[in-house]
């Protein structure tokens, strides 16, 4: 996979450009709620596409705090799973970010 020179990597998984975007566009999951519950499925996407990267920003910050010693607790599970789970994540987005290209849905 080609990244633009504005990606970040981390143990092979990418961090799109608009990262901080979407972090100042929900703060958390349950502003998502309501999309998830819209009758158009360009709204639910939006939703899935949004708790994901939530989702996904939480775990990358915890594994560059691990990364760095900063990390305030123990994970139980081991970093290889929890990289394999951002790896996934990440190209999760990347699916869905090409999707809402090709459909047309913003995603801003």
């Given at each position: 996979?080609?990244?633009?020179?504005?990606?970040?990597?981390?143990?092979?998984?990418?961090?799109?450009?608009?990262?901080?975007?979407?972090?100042?566009i929900f703060?958390?999951?349950?502003e998502?709620?309501?999309?998830?519950?819209?009758?158009?499925?360009?709204?639910?996407?939006?939703?899935?596409?949004?708790?994901t990267?939530?989702?996904?920003?939480?775990?990358?910050?915890?594994?560059?705090?691990?990364?760095?010693?900063t990390?305030?607790?123990?994970p139980?599970?081991?970093?290889?799973?929890?990289?394999?789970?951002a790896?996934?994540?990440?190209?999760?987005?990347?699916?869905?970010?090409?999707?809402?290209?090709?459909?047309?849905?913003?995603l801003?």
């Amino acid at each position: 996979m080609k990244m633009k020179a504005a990606q970040h990597t981390l143990g092979g998984f990418f961090m799109p450009e608009n990262e901080r975007r979407i972090t100042m566009i929900f703060q958390s999951l349950i502003e998502t709620e309501p999309m998830m519950e819209s009758a158009d499925y360009k709204e639910r996407f939006r939703a899935e596409y949004f708790q994901t990267k939530i989702r996904y920003q939480k775990l990358h910050q915890m594994l560059v705090k691990h990364g760095a010693g900063t990390l305030s607790f123990a994970p139980l599970c081991s970093l290889e799973l929890l990289t394999k789970q951002a790896k996934a994540m990440g190209e999760y987005l990347y699916c869905l970010e090409v999707r809402a290209q090709v459909e047309d849905i913003p995603l801003d």
